[in-house]
C-alpha cells in the first residue's frame, strides 16, 4: 500500500512550504482512513510518494477520480499559517508562543 501525495506546481512554493503543506495532505488522509486500512499501510512500511501536477483543475480531477474510485483522499488548502513573518504574528497560545520562543530566530527551511 502507498500513499500518493500530490503537490501543484504551479504554485512555486517554497521547500519549507512545500513540506509543510505535503505533511498536511498525509496526516490528513491517515486521519481519513479507517484501522484495517492503516495498520496494512503501517505494515508496508508507511510509504509514501510524492507527485505534481501543475493546476488547481488537474488536482480537482484527481480528487474526483478518487471519489469515483472510493479511494481515501484529502484536499488541502493553505491558511496562510505556515511562513510568517514576526511583526505581522498574531498573539498565540501559550503553546505556540513557547515553540515561538525556542525556534523563533531560526531560518525558514528553503533548498
Known amino acids: ?22 505533511c498536511h495532505a498525509s496526516v490528513a488522509a491517515v486521519l481519513c482512513a479507517g484501522a484495517d486500512v492503516l495498520r496494512s499501510w503501517d505494515t508496508d512500511g ?3 510518494i510524492a507527485l505534481a501536477v501543475d493546476s488547481l483543475r488537474e488536482l ?5 477520480q478518487c471519489e469515483a474510485m472510493e479511494i481515501i483522499h484529502a484536499l488541502i488548502a493553505d491558511a496562510g499559517r505556515t511562513e510568517w513573518r514576526l511583526a505581522q504574528s498574531p498573539r498565540l497560545p ?8 525556542l525556534t523563533g530566530s531560526l531560518a525558514l527551511f528553503h533548498f
Do not use: F, N, P, Y
Not at 2 to 21: C, E, F, N, P, W
Not at 60 to 64: G, I, N, S
Not at 94 to 101: C, F, I, N, Y
Open 1 to 22: 500500500m502507498k500513499q500518493a501525495i500530490v503537490i501543484r506546481t504551479d504554485l512555486h512554493m517554497s521547500t519549507g512550504k512545500l513540506a509543510v503543506q505535503a
Open 46 to 48: 508507511q510509504t509514501k
Open 60 to 64: 480537482e480531477t484527481l480528487k474526483a
Open 94 to 101: 501559550s503553546a505556540q508562543r513557547k515553540t515561538r520562543q
